[in-house]
């Protein structure tokens, strides 16, 4: 079945710091990346949406000049958070649609920033 | 995307079926009921999904009612390590993939 390796899966920084965050589909080209953010006992909060190639969307409320995503391969995606801050600590996991439009999820990257 | 709403919350005994409800009156013709489910901090897992017809696969059934505004999500044998949140979504595809609350299950000795 189809595959999404995310990494790291956990990440401590500091404050102030930028942190990288990868998407890869192992297995099938993925169309479409998307992007979401989990605080403690919440749901999954979509922050945005990539299409290879092409600049990402973001969902209202979420600043792009701080979560920037690059989509620069069919199997491959990055979210980075710049300058980060402790209120960014939180549980972001990536999706992958691939072209029989089945979405399949990463593992997660809890991040922690101190 | 139609909005969903499920119950918080669901006890179930191992090895009981558990039948997990999720009304979504708004849906329209077009968009597919996905089901997907959470362990503690791990990423979602895909169970199933249909339109208009009911479906099973090896993991579950997904019963949607002739009206397609209500569907119940059986877990025909339920385990411990069924016990996590399970998420009813209502996408057109295309669309962005948006999550509701969900059902926190848990799996009762």
């Known amino acids: 079945g189809a595959v999404v390796s995310q990494h790291p899966s956990w990440v401590i920084c500091k404050s102030g710091t930028s942190v990288k965050i990868e998407c890869r589909s192992l297995?099938?080209?993925?169309?479409?990346m998307f992007w979401y953010r989990q605080f403690p006992k919440q749901s999954l909060m979509l922050m945005a949406t990539s299409n290879e190639g092409s600049k990402a969307t973001y969902e209202q409320g979420v600043e792009k000049d701080k979560f920037l995503i690059n989509h620069a391969s069919l199997t491959l995606s990055t979210l980075t958070v710049t300058s980060a801050h402790p209120e960014d600590s939180s549980f972001y996991i990536c999706s992958a649609r691939g072209q029989d439009y089945g979405y399949t999820f990463g593992s997660g990257t809890r991040l922690t920033v101190v | 995307d139609a909005k969903t709403t499920q119950p918080t919350s669901m006890d179930c005994a191992e090895g009981r079926a558990a039948n997990l409800p999720c009304n979504h009156s708004t849906i329209s013709g077009n968009e597919y009921v996905y089901w997907y489910r959470q362990i503690h901090s791990q990423g979602p897992q895909y169970i199933i999904h249909?339109?208009?017809n009911n479906e099973t696969n090896e993991m579950a059934s997904l019963i949607i009612t002739e009206d397609r505004k209500s569907s119940t999500l059986i877990l025909p044998h339920a385990t411990l390590r069924d016990t996590a949140v399970y998420y009813c979504i209502v996408h057109l595809v295309g669309n962005q993939f948006y999550f509701g609350t969900g059902t926190s299950l848990t799996v009762i000795p």
């Open positions: 249909g339109l208009k």
């Open positions: 297995d099938f080209q993925a169309t479409t």
